[in-house]
Nanobody
């Protein structure tokens, strides 16, 4: 499995921006679909965004038009550019090199691997 490490979180005010980074252990990462998930206290870990090896992106409805996922193959890194942050975006953000994915009925279904990084905390104050 490809090991990943998340970074870039912090404490910001509503309306601010942050860019998260997911750095991988080797270049095989570049051939995989990679996703960002987030988890807040008392809630499940939820899908946020994903990007394919070729760059095709998917987003959950609550972050569309605010977040942009991208990747840099030369650096084996995936980014999540977040703008217009809201208090409800507060969570620990995790990166995952997916086992695979499917697209059915107009919806994207990621299949995460069991390998997660330590996560990076994003806190948005109101």
């Amino acid at each position: 499995q490809v090991e990943v490490a998340e970074s870039g979180g912090g404490v910001v005010q509503a309306g601010d921006s942050l860019r998260l980074s997911c750095a991988a252990s080797d270049i095989t990462f570049n051939n995989l679909d990679v996703a960002w998930y987030r988890q807040s206290p008392g809630e499940e870990r939820d899908f946020v965004a994903a990007i394919g090896g070729e760059g095709h992106a998917h987003y959950t409805d609550s972050v569309k038009n605010r977040f942009i996922i991208s990747r840099d193959h030369a650096k084996s890194t995936v980014y999540l550019q977040m703008s217009g942050l809201k208090p409800e975006d507060t969570a620990i953000y995790y990166c995952n090199a997916l086992e695979g994915s499917s697209y059915l009925g107009g919806k994207y279904y990621p299949r995460p691997s069991d390998s997660w990084g330590q996560g990076t905390q994003v806190t948005v104050s109101s």
